[in-house]
């Protein structure tokens, strides 16, 4: 980089420790306690609430690896983020009273009160895990993986000293502060990943035409590449540039009314790391309206993180077709193209001195406030859930906090080790998904019937979890060879991942109502919820926030259908 563009990004790192060390520092005669580093002193206002949960959610997975699904299948791939806009509505509306109401620190307290601390406690295990071994390390990974090619020139030399360089950044202030140095430095992450992001947007949308224009460009890139901007894809009507039909990955209507919605509730609805910022709201009110600025900001996620990989296709490709002669060849690898390179290249080639710095901190920003939330959201359950319940039921709120931060430390360093292994995932962003869609289904299930349901048991949760997973690894790879010549062989069709999903939620539901019915005799579970009418009622500046999101959405999938 420029001496400059080195300054500028100094500048911005400084800015964030130094909110993220300010908000995090004790108060004279007040010692830090659990409230305050998990839950940030329930203080959080609606706008630190919505900017914190997009700083959370919009990582190097969006800025690189949708990028590299822009790249490769097209616009279709903003159904993630224009569907979670409405799905963060629903959680506003029908989950988020009730969490609050019950005062949770976690989801997996919400386990606890309805099930049982065993159930609590195995998906507490599961968890920490996911967030460790998957969550950490593919950020982490991703991240690194961009900085080489910005910085460096994607040979990996940057590698492990940009893993090494962003996990001390997250862990700067994020250790020691908890969820309220990573909620206020997330109001300052998003509005830099937000600015940096359009900017890159528009440079690259400039450099399409030789008039310049943003317009101009966009128009052109959407003369050149038509069949790039269908949101509901069919069979057959986007190939990948590594010669997969785009429909196993975004299967048609089920982007719509299909498995989506599995992958779009577990995320939003129950995810510690994403759901936590909304548990340390000042009030319900509070919550809500940030859960509709977060809806309204996710509408213009696409245009930050989809349309770069557009442009980027559009340059390395000829008649619609990535080659060795049209592309560039840092997307040229020996398992064919790399389409993760996309958002990365854009930015070695299009954003001049000074600007580069900026859009450099945006990424970063991106990375860092994921990272810290994660290690946050791993330190809480761990700490809320299993060693002050089951190891230290006694232990000091001085002991708790300390936990935590050791909790996060620890994590991140097995994170760090693992990352580099990670290697070439080809569209990481889709990896990720189809990996955490194996198990999602089963947790949601246990979670819609434990909030709806007054029947649902505790043993039929726990047979829905553990059968689950069978279910979805058979729709995965039955299909693909295992059962061939078996007596299961031809029971299921060969099914995209998203229908996978979709069909293991359904099959679950019904395993866990049937063991309930059987077990309960058709009678309520003695843990089931009353919920009432009054609980779900929501103030006007919800609702009409609310319906403007949902038209906008109407409009978009209108438009690109």
């Known amino acids: 980089m420029q001496t400059l563009d080195t300054v500028i ?28 580093y998990f839950l940030a002193s329930k203080s959080l206002p609606w706008w630190a609430i919505g900017a914190s949960l997009i700083a959370a959610n919009i990582s ?75 969550n950490l390390t593919t950020v982490l990974f991703l991240g690194a993986k961009a900085l080489d090619t910005i910085i460096g020139n994607g040979d990996g030399s940057y590698t492990m000293i940009s893993i090494l360089g962003l996990a001390a950044f997250a862990a700067a202030y994020s250790l020691w502060g908890g969820l309220k140095a990573v909620a206020w430095t997330d109001v300052v992450q998003v509005l830099i990943l937000v600015v940096g992001g359009l900017i890159t947007t528009y440079l690259a949308l400039e450099a399409l035409t030789p008039e310049g224009g943003f ?37 048609g209507l089920s982007v719509l009314i299909g498995g989506m919605w599995v992958a779009n509730i577990y995320y939003w609805g129950f995810n510690q790391y994403i759901i936590q910022r909304t548990l340390a709201a000042k009030s319900l009110k509070e919550s809500q309206r940030g859960i509709v600025f977060a809806a309204v900001l996710k509408l213009i996620i696409p245009l930050i993180v989809v349309i770069p990989g557009l442009v ?14 049209s592309a560039d060849p840092v997307f040229l690898t020996e398992n064919g193209v790399d389409n993760d390179k996309a958002y990365p290249w854009l930015i070695s080639q299009f954003i001049p001195v000074g600007v580069k710095g900026l859009v450099l901190a945006a990424l970063t920003a991106a990375i860092v406030s994921s990272l810290a939330s994660m ?31 050791i909790t996060a430390f620890v994590s991140l360093v097995i994170a760090i080790l693992i ?12 990896f990720i998904q189809e990996y955490t869609g194996i198990v999602s289904p089963g947790i949601l299930a246990i979670f819609m019937l434990g909030l709806f349901w007054k029947k649902a048991t505790n043993n039929a949760a726990i047979w829905g979890a553990l059968l689950s997973i069978p279910v979805a690894m058979y729709l995965k790879v039955g299909p693909k060879g295992w059962a061939d ?77």
């Not at 019950?102 to 599961?126: D, H």
């Not at 990948?240 to 039909?245: A, I, L, S, V, W």
């Not at 980027?312 to 002669?325: E, Q, T, Y």
């Open 9 to 36: 990004f100094v500048g911005y790192a400084a800015l964030i420790l130094g909110i993220g060390l300010f908000v995090s520092r004790e108060k004279k005669g007040h010692v830090k306690d659990s409230k305050d």
């Open 60 to 134: 190097a997975e969006q800025f690189i690896g949708m990028s590299g699904s822009g790249f490769a299948i097209g616009l279709a791939i903003a159904s993630y983020e224009w569907m979670a806009a409405v799905t963060l509505l629903l959680v506003g509306k029908f989950f988020l009273p009730i969490f609050i109401e019950k005062k949770l620190y976690t989801i997996p307290q919400f386990l606890e009160q309805r099930y049982s601390t065993n159930l609590k406690s195995i998906l507490a295990v599961f968890w920490i895990a996911l967030f460790i071994f998957v």
């Open 215 to 251: 317009f101009r460009g966009l128009a052109h890139l959407f003369n050149e590449i038509p069949e790039k901007f269908s949101m509901i894809v069919e069979k057959g009507e986007i190939i990948t540039p590594n010669g997969k039909d785009a429909y196993w990955d975004l299967p």
């Open 312 to 325: 980027a296709f559009l340059l390395n490709s000829d008649a619609g077709v990535v080659s060795a002669a």
């Open 375 to 405: 290690l946050n959201s791993t330190a809480t359950i761990f700490t809320m859930d299993l060693y002050k319940p089951i190891f230290k039921p006694d232990a000091s709120e001085t002991s708790i906090v300390r936990i935590g931060r």
């Open 419 to 430: 990352a580099p292994m990670l290697g070439n995932l080809g569209q990481v962003f889709q």
């Open 485 to 561: 010549g078996s007596a299961i062989e031809g029971i299921f069709p060969t099914l995209a991942f998203l229908d996978q999903m979709g069909l293991t939620f359904v099959i679950t539901v019904g395993i866990m109502a049937l063991i309930s019915y059987i077990e309960g005799k058709g009678s309520d579970n003695e843990k089931g919820i009353t919920l009432k009418k009054s609980l779900f009622k929501t103030d006007p500046v919800f609702n009409i926030g609310a319906f403007v999101v949902l038209i906008i959405i109407v409009a978009l999938y209108g438009l690109f259908w």
